[in-house]
């Protein structure tokens, strides 16, 4: 078998905190969707999450804010949504350390995200950490569907010339980012930054990650 060279991440909840996408969707479409509507923000949000929840997020409206704008008849692009919350971008303090050490050390590291392109663009500007990275990869943007498909990451190891098991992928999601990669046979680990979930592959930071990887890997 070759050596793993290849690690994987997902983006939100994984490099990047929750702060700035809960923003754009639990507070910037409810606030201009009551607006819109003269209704009061508590109002706006039960029936905004009400919507959300009718979607789910297996499916590619979810992610699309294009999708959400139009929806709810809400006059603004995605951008002008997006800039208004770019000040709560903000990566994970073990984030930039990691990402620096494994590159020294020769991975090869891209991102699987299912975060749409214009959220990762500007996730990645603010950050800085694009640079880290030899790809990054938007399911629904790239390949219009979601990371509950195998064949996300079919594609993915494709376009990286690799097999599955050349692959270390690391995400916050118990299933898009841990079982679904598993059935492929790729090395999955789930990265649990609350602590309360347990197993062999479940991590509780990226510098345990990054610990488990080289004994395990090297």
């Not at 010339?161 to 492929?184: C, T, Y």
Request: proline share 3%; with cysteine; aromatic share 12%.
């Amino acid at each position: 078998m070759k050596p793993t060279r290849v690690i994987s991440f997902d983006l939100d909840g994984t490099l990047t905190d929750l702060s700035f996408v809960d923003s754009v969707w639990l507070e910037g479409i409810p606030k201009l969707f009551a607006q819109n509507n003269q209704i009061s923000l508590d109002e706006a949000r039960k029936r905004v999450k009400r919507e959300y929840d009718r979607v789910g997020n297996e499916n590619l409206e979810w992610y699309d804010l294009n999708y959400w704008l139009d929806k709810f008849s809400i006059d603004a692009s995605p951008q002008q949504v997006l800039k208004s919350y770019r000040e709560r971008i903000r990566v994970f303090q073990d984030v930039p350390a990691v990402l620096e050490n494994l590159k020294n050390q020769g991975y090869r590291l891209i991102v699987i995200t299912n975060a749409r392109r214009e959220f990762v663009d500007i996730e990645m500007q603010e950050t800085g950490i694009q640079g880290f990275f030899e790809r990054i990869f938007s399911s629904p943007s790239d390949f219009r569907l979601t990371k509950n498909a195998t064949r996300v990451y079919e594609n993915v190891c494709n376009a990286c010339e690799i097999s599955p098991s050349e692959m270390i992928h690391i995400g916050d999601d118990q299933d898009f980012d841990f079982g679904v990669p598993k059935k492929l046979g790729i090395n999955a680990f789930l990265l649990d930054r609350t602590g309360t979930k347990t197993g062999a592959y479940t991590v509780f930071s990226l510098e345990e990650f990054e610990r488990k990887i080289i004994k395990r890997f090297t």
